[in-house]
Antibody, heavy 124, light 110 residues
């Protein structure tokens, strides 16, 4: 069974930093691209960042470009999101999700598994 | 900037049929955007319903179906049930790992 478990959320002051992690199990982690997606309180879902299976390709949404860094440790089956220069508008539940990956019998450029999320609150 | 559009809200009667749509602020949605649909209830993580326009994810009832209708992607729920009351999100894949979410449609079943 695929499991994704986020950790690292919490309260941080504006301008501060935080590192989120996502522990993956139940699949060959290095074979899958991974993404971070966030949801501000009472708002919709927003794609944040993508990393390829080998970690050699990364992409970011414009609001976080230059402030967030996605990375992964395939030896530890763990995905990370390093967040710096945090702003109030970064307050959200952050989800890690598997995908988007190449088309197969069970997925095709979509997010096929999601973690339960971790809450990040940026406030003084 | 790419904007994916969805109806903010929709209502359906129990047992009824509803079609939610997913468009682009400029241009048409085609299968080349690999449209996918997600269901989310308050306090829960999203659940994948449909991928690649019309493929149902494992365990998803066949009352959920996806398609392209005109210039939009569509999610149709046939025989709506009370527990289908949720917010539904459409996602379009733009390539190079970039995905864009629609704003979500809050569905009421009453």
């Amino acid at each position: 069974e695929v499991q994704l478990v986020e950790a690292g959320g919490g309260l941080v002051q504006p301008g501060g930093s935080l590192r989120l992690s996502c522990a993956a199990s139940g699949f060959t982690f290095s074979s899958y691209a991974m993404s971070w997606i966030r949801q501000a309180p009472g708002k919709g879902l927003e794609w944040v960042s993508f990393i390829s299976g080998r970690g050699d390709s990364t992409y970011y949404a414009d609001p976080v470009k230059g402030r967030f860094t996605i990375s992964r440790d395939n030896s530890k089956n763990t995905l990370y999101l390093q967040m710096s220069s945090l702003r109030a508008e970064d307050t959200a539940v952050y989800y890690c999700a598997r995908g988007p990956t190449y088309c197969s019998s069970t997925s095709c450029y979509n997010f096929d598994n999601w973690g339960q999320g971790t809450l990040v609150t940026v406030s003084s | 900037q790419t904007v994916v559009t969805q109806e903010p809200s929709f209502s359906v009667s129990p047992g009824g049929t509803v079609t939610l749509t997913c468009g682009l602020s400029s241009g048409s949605v085609s299968s080349g955007y690999y449209p996918s649909w997600y269901q989310q209830t308050p306090g829960q993580a999203p659940r994948t319903l449909i991928y690649n326009t019309n493929s149902r994810s494992s365990g998803v009832p066949d009352r959920f179906s996806g398609s392209i209708l005109g210039n939009k992607a569509a999610l149709t729920i046939t025989g709506a049930q009370a527990d289908d009351a949720s917010t539904y999100y459409c996602v379009l894949y733009m390539g190079s790992g970039i995905s864009v979410f629609g704003g979500g449609t809050k569905l009421t079943v009453l």
